[in-house]
């Protein structure tokens, strides 16, 4: 069972290129997020999709823009990296709406020069 | 806001010890409260998940509490083993501010065999 897979698993950029972060899930969860890890700071919710063809914006959403064709995927693009975008992103999804608990993939380390 | 902090930062102890890990949140009207357990260079792992209505829960050598009037919750690990060193995260849910996941940045748990 492979739950939430997220490719690439490490990725250096620079600065003004674009690029996409890839997330599926297997477990035909409706609900995905993508949340950015910052040394000394917590997970912070990035973009959300409820659903196919639904996304809304999380608490970090500047630089980034998602969508969501299919119930399995939900990649993240960075449209022109830019150094404050280096981070660890996590992809996760849940049968339904928050609170109900999430499952996580392994991340992507991005790093922007 | 919900603001969510995780102290210690990080903590070193010898095998068996039995040890607390500490979270607390600034706005008590959570929905839940989640712990999770993260293994460098993976995802994070779903410990243990407390409803706002209960006091505690338990799983094996871990038990986790929870004070909503006091902003607080504990991770009680028991009879601490090698296997046991990751970092531990804290996520509480609430709908007063945003309806997400707010996550603490996480104590580093050492066990020193």
């Known amino acids: 069972n492979a739950g939430v897979t997220q490719t690439p698993k490490f990725q250096v950029l620079k600065t003004g290129q674009s690029m996409t972060l890839q997330c599926a899930q297997d477990?035909?969860?409706?609900?995905m997020s993508w949340y950015r890890q910052d040394p000394g700071m917590g997970l912070r919710l990035i973009h959300y999709?409820?659903?196919?063809?639904?996304?809304d914006q999380g608490e970090v959403p500047n630089g980034y823009n998602v969508s969501r064709s299919t119930t399995e995927d939900f990649p993240l693009r960075l449209l022109s990296a830019a150094p404050s975008q280096t981070s660890v992103y996590f992809c996760?999804?849940?049968?339904?709406?928050?609170?109900?608990?999430?499952?996580f993939g392994d991340g992507t380390r991005l790093s922007i020069l | 806001k919900q603001e969510v902090t995780q102290i210690p930062a990080a903590l070193s102890v010898p095998e068996g010890e039995n040890l607390v890990l500490n979270c607390s949140f600034t706005?008590?009207?959570?929905?839940?409260l989640q712990w999770f357990r993260q293994d460098p260079g993976k995802g994070l792992t779903s410990l243990l998940l407390?409803?706002?209505?209960?006091r505690e829960q338990t799983s094996g050598r871990l038990n986790a509490s929870l004070d909503k009037s006091s902003g607080r919750s504990t991770l009680y690990i028991a009879a601490s083993q090698p296997g046991d060193s990751a970092t531990y995260l804290c996520?509480?849910?609430?709908?007063?501010?945003?309806?997400?996941?707010?996550f603490g940045t996480g104590t580093s748990l050492t066990v020193i065999p």
């Open positions: 996520a509480v849910y609430t709908e007063n501010t945003g309806n997400q996941f707010y």
């Open positions: 477990m035909n969860h409706e609900y």
């Open positions: 996760a999804s849940s049968p339904g709406r928050p609170p109900q608990p999430q499952h």
């Open positions: 999709s409820v659903g196919a063809g639904i996304t």
């Open positions: 706005d008590s009207a959570i929905y839940n």
């Open positions: 407390i409803q706002s209505s209960q």
